[in-house]
């Protein structure tokens, strides 16, 4: 996978917005006269795209969520200091972007295990720990509610390349500073000047921060792959060896060097033998309950909502986790095991019957 900046799209007035932006006027004088309802008129609309925004800078849905309600506080507070030189939704922008460094001073970077640790030995898996704070999956049918699709810059929001999570990963290991910056330039689409106003430092500064930041994440990325037209069949396949417990049809799927995550376990799993293993013992295990799966989408790849078959008869099936693969050249390079039933909520699928 590599990234490439989606060009300039900036913040330019498109002829939807156009059309909006009296009303938009309109909505923020009476704001600025303290009329609340005509402020979340006004900046209700931008609520998905900011978060998304937020996602990326911080690994997480859920301190997505929190910056996006303190950004809509801080703007209610400021309101009189929006003047107009740029768009709404700009300024929102970097209200929201401090909001997320802010944040990021008090919270450590948000890692998948294999930043972590070595592979661990699929026989002796090391017990979940509270010590490292992992990265986390977003829901595709929350990407879908950003925008109308009538402006450019809603597609690049949202591009699959800048969500998926090998990037999140990479611009994970990036200061956060750079990380701020390389998403307003090369994502959003702000120049080095806007960029370097919102963040108080210079255009000198802001271009060497892209350029340290670029270098790191040609470092990080895998190699491009674009969506698979065999992944259809792919999945097809993996849920057949899943309902069977077929631990050699699974194996077949996965890439010779694939992997698997579990956070918040420590442990992963590398290569197709050692994976096949794992699955062997644990989750196809005799002693194991059935796991089904629902299908959703998860940063633009394909997903799973896992549920465990009831232990009692008749009783519901309970959640267990978000599964995130990865597909390359008709395989199965990742599989992201996120072992954490409380994300199930935000995915709003309902369990098999």
Same mark, same amino acid.
């Given at each position: 996978?590599?990234?490439?900046?989606?060009?300039?799209?900036?913040?330019?007035?498109?002829?939807?917005?156009?059309?909006?932006?009296?009303?938009?006027?309109?909505?923020?004088?009476?704001?600025?006269?303290?009329?609340?309802?005509?402020?979340?008129?006004?900046?209700?609309?931008?609520?998905?795209?900011?978060?998304?925004?937020?996602?990326?800078?911080?690994?997480? +849905?859920?301190?997505? =969520?929190?910056? @996006?309600?303190? $950004?809509?506080?801080?703007?209610? &507070?400021? !309101? %009189? *200091?929006? #003047?107009?030189?740029?768009?709404?939704?700009?300024?929102?922008?970097?209200?929201?972007?401090?909001?997320?460094?802010?944040?990021?001073?008090?919270?450590?970077?948000?890692?998948?295990?294999?930043?972590?640790?070595?592979?661990?030995?699929?026989?002796?898996?090391?017990?979940?720990?509270?010590?490292?704070?992992?990265?986390?999956?977003?829901?595709?049918?929350?990407?879908?509610?950003?925008?109308?699709?009538?402006?450019?810059?809603?597609?690049?929001?949202?591009?699959?390349?800048?969500?998926?999570?090998?990037?999140?990963?990479?611009?994970?290991?990036?200061?956060?500073?750079?990380?701020?910056?390389?998403?307003?330039?090369?994502?959003?689409?702000?120049?080095?000047?806007?960029? +370097?106003?919102?963040? =108080?430092?210079? @255009?000198?500064? $802001?271009?060497?921060?892209?350029? &340290?930041? !670029? %270098? *790191?994440? #040609?470092?990080?990325?895998?190699?491009?792959?674009?969506?698979?037209?065999?992944?259809?069949?792919?999945?097809?396949?993996?849920?057949?060896?899943?309902?069977?417990?077929?631990?050699?049809?699974?194996?077949?799927?996965?890439?010779?060097?694939?992997?698997?995550?579990?956070?918040?376990?420590?442990?992963?799993?590398?290569?197709?033998?050692?994976?096949?293993?794992?699955?062997?013992?644990?989750?196809?295990?005799?002693?194991?309950?059935?796991?089904?799966?629902?299908?959703?989408?998860?940063?633009?790849?394909?997903?799973?909502?896992?549920?465990?078959?009831?232990?009692?008869?008749?009783?519901?099936?309970?959640?267990?986790?978000?599964?995130?693969?990865?597909?390359?050249?008709?395989?199965?390079?990742?599989?992201?095991?996120?072992?954490?039933?409380?994300?199930?909520?935000?995915?709003?699928?309902?369990?098999?019957?």
């Amino acid at each position: 996978m590599s990234f490439r900046p989606p060009g300039r799209h900036m913040f330019m007035t498109s002829p939807s917005a156009l059309r909006s932006a009296r009303s938009e006027g309109e909505l923020w004088s009476r704001a600025l006269r303290g009329d609340g309802d005509a402020f979340a008129a006004a900046t209700g609309r931008f609520r998905r795209e900011l978060e998304v925004h937020a996602y990326r800078m911080l690994g997480s +849905a859920e301190d997505a =969520e929190d910056v @996006v309600q303190e $950004t809509f506080l801080r703007a209610w &507070r400021r !309101r %009189e *200091t929006f #003047r107009g030189q740029a768009t709404l939704r700009a300024w929102l922008y970097g209200i929201a972007t401090n909001a997320s460094l802010d944040l990021l001073e008090r919270r450590s970077r948000r890692l998948l295990p294999q930043l972590v640790s070595e592979p661990t030995d699929p026989d002796a898996l090391p017990a979940p720990t509270g010590e490292v704070t992992w990265l986390e999956p977003y829901p595709d049918r929350l990407l879908d509610q950003v925008g109308s699709g009538e402006d450019p810059l809603d597609e690049a929001i949202v591009a699959r390349e800048t969500v998926e999570l090998a990037f999140l990963v990479a611009i994970q290991q990036l200061p956060a500073r750079q990380r701020a910056v390389l998403l307003l330039r090369d994502v959003i689409g702000w120049s080095a000047r806007e960029t +370097a106003a919102m963040l =108080e430092t210079s @255009v000198v500064a $802001t271009n060497s921060a892209l350029q &340290r930041a !670029r %270098e *790191t994440l #040609r470092d990080h990325l895998p190699d491009p792959h674009p969506p698979d037209p065999r992944e259809r069949e792919v999945l097809a396949r993996y849920l057949d060896a899943w309902k069977r417990t077929d631990v050699h049809a699974l194996a077949a799927l996965l890439k010779e060097d694939a992997h698997l995550t579990m956070p918040p376990s420590p442990a992963w799993v590398f290569g197709r033998d050692a994976i096949a293993r794992f699955f062997a013992r644990y989750p196809f295990g005799p002693t194991a309950r059935p796991h089904l799966h629902v299908p959703t989408r998860a940063n633009r790849q394909p997903a799973y909502a896992v549920f465990l078959q009831a232990a009692e008869p008749g009783a519901p099936p309970d959640p267990f986790a978000v599964e995130v693969l990865r597909i390359e050249d008709g395989l199965i390079a990742e599989i992201h095991y996120f072992l954490q039933p409380e994300l199930l909520g935000r995915f709003a699928v309902a369990p098999p019957a």
